[in-house]
C-alpha cells in the first residue's frame, strides 16, 4: 500500500464551511484534532484505511 500526503476537501462540522486539509496517510487508522481555518473550532479527525486500501475520513465536532 502506497501511503503520503493527500488534499481532501471536508465541511466543518461547526460553521459548514468546506475547507480543504491535507491528510498524511502513514498506512493505519489515525485519530486527531485540527482547527477550522474559517472559525478556528477544534475538528475531530477520524482517519480509517478500508480493505482495499482507499483513505476514509470522517469529521465531527468536538462535543459530540
Not at 2 to 28: A, H, R
Not at 46 to 54: A, F, K, L, S
Request: a negative charge.
Amino acid at each position: 500500500m502506497e501511503t503520503g500526503l493527500y488534499n481532501m476537501s471536508i465541511q466543518c462540522p461547526y460553521c459548514w464551511e468546506v475547507i480543504e486539509v491535507t491528510i498524511d496517510d502513514c498506512g493505519e487508522a489515525q485519530q486527531y484534532i485540527e482547527d477550522c481555518q474559517v472559525c478556528c473550532q477544534p475538528i475531530n479527525f477520524n482517519v480509517q484505511i478500508d480493505n482495499q486500501g482507499q483513505l476514509a475520513c470522517e469529521v465531527y465536532r468536538d462535543d459530540e
